[in-house]
């Protein structure tokens, strides 16, 4: 039980991703929002670190692929591999933002703590 607490943000994140994938397909309309993938990204990175965030950032990417929110435009020359890889680094870009936002604010509070 307590192993099961030490990852429950996993969990929820995993489960949120599980969450969009089964609306997306529900509902037939895909959320295109890159918002609604970037939540479990945000929190795991927070809490954990960048390669997390990483790894939820496939996820999110993977899981946009999969319920058909990312499908490419043939029209346009864009494959669903390249849209793929855009949703991944646009997930990856916020990863990242959350780890040097969190480096600051701990500068900071450590500075006022002095």
Do not use: C
């Not at 969009?20 to 990204?41: C, D, K, M, S, W």
């Not at 029209?75 to 870009?93: C, K, M």
């Amino acid at each position: 039980m307590k192993q099961l607490m030490r990852y429950q943000d996993v969990i929820a994140g995993l489960a949120w991703f599980a969450a969009l994938i089964a609306i997306n397909i529900g509902t037939r309309e895909p959320t295109q929002f890159i918002l609604a993938y970037a939540v479990p990204v945000v929190v795991i990175t927070w809490k954990r670190n960048l390669q997390w965030g990483f790894l939820f950032g496939a996820l999110g990417a993977f899981s946009a692929v999969v319920s058909g929110a990312v499908t490419g435009n043939a029209d346009a020359g864009v494959t669903l591999a390249e849209e793929g890889l855009l949703a991944f680094t646009q997930l990856s870009a916020i990863a990242i933002g959350i780890v040097l936002g969190k480096r600051a604010h701990n500068k900071r509070s450590k500075h006022l703590e002095k």
